[in-house]
């Protein structure tokens, strides 16, 4: 079964527009169609993303729904733990943790909007970086 680390923009654009291609992806996880992959560190950034009050604005939620739509999150996660074996090797410690819940999970893929974030140093490893709309095609296949 595919393995993907979804990266916090992710969520919050699942958060935000429930129509979009990153919500499609949390609906193919609850379907079990892959493995969502995340560790505890990764997540509680997730919380932290989609309980600032600009996105809680944007996606016309109340504090309770943000914590509803997170506790859905949390009950289709994979747990990963994670080794501090390869940092630095992008510029951004968020997205280094995505990096190794990626290696350490055997993911097939990180899935995230900004894509140049994180060059090519997943691709050492074999794992693709792509956008949510690539990976929901790919999933309805």
């Known amino acids: 079964m595919i393995k993907l680390v ?12 429930p ?37 809680l604005t944007a996606a016309g939620l109340t504090q309770l729904q943000s914590q509803i739509f997170l506790d859905g999150i949390a009950a289709i996660v994979q747990p990963v733990k994670t080794h501090y074996l390869w940092r630095p090797m992008l510029h951004d410690p968020n997205d280094e943790m995505v990096l ?5 999970g055997g993911a097939d893929a990180i899935v995230t909007f900004n894509l140049k974030d994180y060059g090519a140093v997943p691709g050492t490893f074999n794992i693709e970086v792509i956008k949510p709309s690539t990976a929901i095609r790919r999933l309805r296949q």
Do not use: Q, W
């Not at 190794?100 to 350490?104: F, G, K």
């Open 19 to 55: 129509t979009g291609a990153s919500a499609a992806l949390l609906g193919e996880a609850l379907k079990k169609r892959f493995i969502l992959l995340a560790s505890v560190p990764l997540f509680i950034e997730y919380e932290a993303k989609c309980t600032e009050p600009e996105h």
């Open 6 to 17: 979804l990266d916090t923009d992710v969520i919050v654009a699942a958060m935000r527009s």
């Open 100 to 104: 190794e819940i990626a290696v350490n």
